[in-house]
């Protein structure tokens, strides 16, 4: 980051919140109406699981190869690009009648939010280096804002009519967003002239302790994703408590986004990262022992207020553990193994979940994040073992907050 402060702060940062938000809304709208492609469309368990995994090796394929051009200067473009393509998307779901329709709406809404979300967190990042964890608490609680509402939006939508309802209407209200988009502008950071790999940055050590940090979130949400509703079900929650639980578990993220930011910019987003997520990893060992759905719930909702507190952290580290010039690289990059690392952890849990029992599959993801934490802990460490605080101007060499 550059020593003072560009002019991109504040309402220009706007666009970049709203078409996250709208774009994480309709893609949580998607994979909520899971169940009615298989009740209206007839489609078997294996064709909506591969309706969702094309959309996320998409995105997978986005973050890899896109995010690099917004460290060239084209962050904006691929803002509006990303949401036309949404769009697009959109409109292939609400008129599809077969599989190939879904998997290539899925498909392209994937794309589209691969190109979008590492180029906003560029431009928060760059905006103002005084004000990064509270830009990026901003941009987390705009993105987890969008999917807690998605799925209520959806199924409001899908009683007023059928399961096509809810895509037109995403489809239209992202069509406000397109002015939003017009108004985006390139930072004026340090850009990536010489065309670098993405893969150059595994050379760095401190950018591949960040990224273990983040896989440990990850492996925490894939596990959630796959066990939790089925514990859930197992002990007597009907199809309504569970949506009720899951609001319940998610609100506490985009409320507590925005002040997690501050604080670990403050306290320094290594030590901010991997304490929450140590704290979380305490709770995930106790979602297989405790009895009753009520229990369950409570220590779930504390787990994700930690979760919110600690969700902006995880960018900052990667953002001070690479040049300026590299920022979209390196958070499309680490995005991009999350998404593998989320992926590979919802199949281990599902499969330990269903060979031993709840209290096994939990022990098991709360192990692996703790060895990623540690691992990830010692790779971060300033070469010097001195702290940095964030409102210091500091050497390239050392862009890591303690």
């Known amino acids: ?181 017009l108004k985006a502008k390139p930072d004026q950071a340090e850009r990536d002239l010489e065309k670098k790999r993405p893969s150059d940055l595994f050379r760095i050590r401190r950018f591949n302790g960040a990224v273990l940090i983040l896989v440990a979130y990850f492996v925490f949400i894939g596990a959630f994703e796959s066990v939790w509703v089925l514990e859930m079900d197992s002990r007597g929650a009907s199809n309504w408590q569970i949506g009720i639980a899951i609001t319940c578990a998610a609100l506490p993220i985009p409320l507590l986004s925005v002040k997690g930011g501050v604080l670990a910019q403050r306290f320094g987003a290594r030590r901010w990262a991997v304490g929450t997520l140590a704290i979380i990893t305490v709770f995930v060992c106790t979602f297989g022992l405790v009895e009753g759905l009520l229990a369950l719930i409570f220590l779930t909702i504390i787990a994700s207020s930690f979760e919110g507190l600690g969700l902006p952290s995880g960018p900052m580290l990667v953002s001070v553990s690479v040049p300026e010039e590299r920022q979209a690289a390196a958070q499309g990059l680490a995005a991009s193994l999350q998404v593998a690392a989320g992926a590979l952890a919802t199949i281990m849990a599902a499969a330990i979940y269903e060979t ?47």
Do not use: C
């Not at 029992?357 to 073992?385: C, E, I, Q, R």
């Open 1 to 181: 980051m550059s020593d003072a402060p560009s002019n991109t702060s504040g309402p220009k940062l706007l666009p970049y919140f709203l078409i996250l938000f709208g774009m994480s809304a309709g893609l949580s709208s998607v994979i909520t109406l899971g169940a009615e492609f298989k009740q209206e469309l007839g489609f078997s368990n294996f064709e909506i699981g591969l309706t969702i995994f094309s959309g996320f090796a998409s995105s997978f394929i986005a973050l890899i190869t896109l995010s690099p051009q917004a460290d060239r200067g084209h962050s904006p473009i691929l803002l509006k690009s990303g949401l036309i393509t949404g769009i697009v998307a959109l409109l292939f779901l609400a008129i599809g009648d077969s599989l190939w329709y879904f998997i290539v709406g899925r498909s392209l809404f994937g794309f589209a939010l691969g190109a979008i979300s590492p180029a906003a967190k560029r431009t928060v990042i760059v905006s103002d280096s005084k004000e990064i964890g509270k830009n990026l608490g901003k941009l987390g609680a705009y993105d987890a804002a969008g999917w807690v509402l998605g799925p209520a939006i959806a199924a409001a939508l899908n009683a007023i009519n059928d399961f096509r309802t809810p895509f037109w209407g995403m489809a239209i209200a992202l069509t406000f967003f397109i002015p939003t988009a």
């Open 356 to 402: 031993t029992n709840d209290t096994v599959a939990w022990a098991v993801t709360a192990s692996v994040m703790a060895v990623l934490l540690v691992f990830g802990w010692v790779l971060t460490k300033p070469p010097d073992g001195k702290p940095i605080k964030p409102d210091v101007t500091f050497d390239l060499k050392r862009r890591l907050f303690e």
